[in-house]
Structures are given as structure tokens and as C-alpha cells.
């Protein structure tokens, strides 16, 4: 069974910094493309991220600069380390192998 676990959300000032990261389990994660994505509070799903398995990135442009994904293939492990925080970042945020969703972690961006 697919699944999927992030971690590392919370409540954070503008400004500050987070690292999420995605715990993979049930396939061999190391062959996949794994992908980052959002939904604001009354707003659509947003991709945020993309890491191929040659570690090549991709970013939607509201967080380029911003925002690092990482993976750790012997971790079976996902990051997203996030940086200058903005309060328009607020969502929950989840990971994807394209096949699977996990439930998210909340990211909380406020004074």
C-alpha cells in the first residue's frame, strides 16, 4: 500500500522558515517524480514543486527563489524546505508520486 506522510507544518511569522518533509512507503520511491502541491482555505489544489529522479526541479513561479525540494532516496524522504515565508504561503500542504496523495500538513504563515 501507497503512502504517503508529511511532516513539519506549523504556525511561522512572515519572514521565517520551515522544512517539510514527506515520508514514502509502499513503493520504490527512488523511480518516481515526486511532486509538491497547496490548497489555500476556499482555493483550488495548486502545484507548488516538482523533483525528477535525476533531482531535477521545477517551481510554480510564486515561490521560485524561495522555496528548495530535495529528496533523499535512501531515506525514502521528500523535502521541501521553505524560506521568506509570506502569509499568502498559508495551506495545507501535501505530496504526490502523480498516483497518490498524502493528507497534508498545515502551514500556518502569520503575525
Known amino acids: 500500500e501507497v503512502q504517503l506522510v508529511e511532516s513539519g507544518g506549523g504556525l511561522v511569522q512572515p519572514g521565517g522558515s520551515l522544512r517539510l518533509a514527506c515520508a514514502a512507503s509502499g513503493f520504490t520511491f527512488s523511480e518516481f517524480g515526486m511532486k509538491w502541491f497547496r490548497q489555500a482555505p476556499g482555493k483550488r489544489l495548486e502545484w507548488v514543486s516538482t523533483?525528477?529522479?535525476?533531482?531535477?526541479?521545477y517551481y510554480t513561479n510564486s515561490v521560485k527563489g524561495r522555496f528548495t525540494t530535495s529528496r533523499d532516496n535512501v531515506k525514502n524522504t521528500l523535502y521541501l524546505q521553505m524560506s521568506s515565508l509570506k502569509p499568502e504561503d498559508t495551506a495545507l500542504y501535501h505530496c504526490?508520486?502523480?498516483?497518490?496523495r498524502g493528507q497534508g500538513t498545515q502551514v500556518t504563515v502569520s503575525l
Open positions: 504526490s508520486n502523480n498516483y497518490a
Open positions: 523533483i525528477y529522479t535525476d533531482g531535477t526541479t
